[in-house]
């Protein structure tokens, strides 16, 4: 079981960047698939961006080219750095193993303001 906890969630005007970090626990990390996920009131969880061990990477279709996701299995930690942010983009973000049955950590809010 891998414990998550997200961070760096806050509110931002349209246009600015935020930069979400997973802290992840236990020595399996750095074999995992990781994804960025999202969900907004009133909608079911979806996947914004997976990381693989190796650093290849995939994005949802609305965030191609203004997110970008990394890791740094050093630190058992994965990020995401979210640019050109939308007010559709508010939701609440957590990472999680892809595939994973393991329990979802609490996520963080983004709040994106028009």
């Known amino acids: 079981q891998v414990q998550l906890v997200e961070s760096g969630g806050g509110l931002v005007q349209a246009g600015g960047s935020l930069r979400l970090s997973c802290a992840a626990s236990?020595?399996?990390?750095?074999?995992?698939?990781m994804g960025w996920y999202r969900q907004a009131p009133g909608k079911q969880r979806a996947l914004v961006a997976l990381?693989?061990?190796?650093?290849?990477?995939n994005y949802a279709d609305s965030v191609k080219g203004r997110f970008t996701i990394s890791r740094d299995n050093a630190k058992n930690t994965v990020y995401l750095q979210m640019n050109s942010l939308r007010p559709e983009d508010t939701a609440v973000y957590y990472c999680?193993?892809?595939?994973?049955?393991?329990?979802w950590g609490q996520g963080t809010q983004v709040t994106v303001s028009s």
């Open positions: 999680h193993p892809y595939g994973s049955r393991d329990d």
């Open positions: 236990g020595s399996r990390f750095s074999t995992l698939v």
């Open positions: 990381i693989t061990s190796g650093g290849s990477t």
